[in-house]
């Protein structure tokens, strides 16, 4: 069975930083993509980034440069950071698992996903 268990999420004041991780089991970590999306109140989900098998990444543009993935294919748990955050990346945070060693900013490319941790950007 696989199982994506995320964590990290909270209460961040705008410009701060959190750091999420995404515990994974259930299936073999280092061969998939993993991506990280976000749904905000009353918004459709969005696309966050990814890091591919390898280990390259490919971002939003809106996070381009602030939020950074990585993983520890030892530890099965991919991180996402994020820095300068803003207001408007208040949402809940879904890690995801890519149906091939690559994926990309579609949702369809990915078959299972998290259940999410609630990030809250306010002063």
């Known amino acids: 069975e696989v199982q994506l268990q995320a964590s990290g999420g909270g209460l961040v004041q705008p410009g701060g930083s959190l750091r999420l991780s995404c515990a994974a089991s259930?299936?073999?970590?280092?061969?998939?993509?993993m991506g990280w999306f976000r749904q905000a109140p009353g918004k459709e989900r969005e696309f966050v980034g990814v890091?591919?098998?390898?280990?390259?990444?490919y971002y939003a543009d809106s996070v381009k440069g602030r939020f950074t993935i990585s993983r520890d294919n030892a530890k099965n748990t991919v991180y996402l950071q994020m820095n300068s955050l803003k207001p408007e990346g208040t949402a809940t945070y879904y890690c995801?698992?890519?149906?091939?060693?690559?994926?990309?900013?579609?949702?369809?490319?990915?078959?299972?996903w998290g259940q999410g941790t609630l990030v809250t950007v306010s002063s």
């Open positions: 995801a698992v890519g149906l091939r060693p690559h994926a990309g900013r579609e949702a369809l490319e990915y078959r299972y």
């Open positions: 259930g299936f073999t970590f280092s061969n998939n993509a």
């Open positions: 890091i591919n098998w390898g280990g390259s990444t």
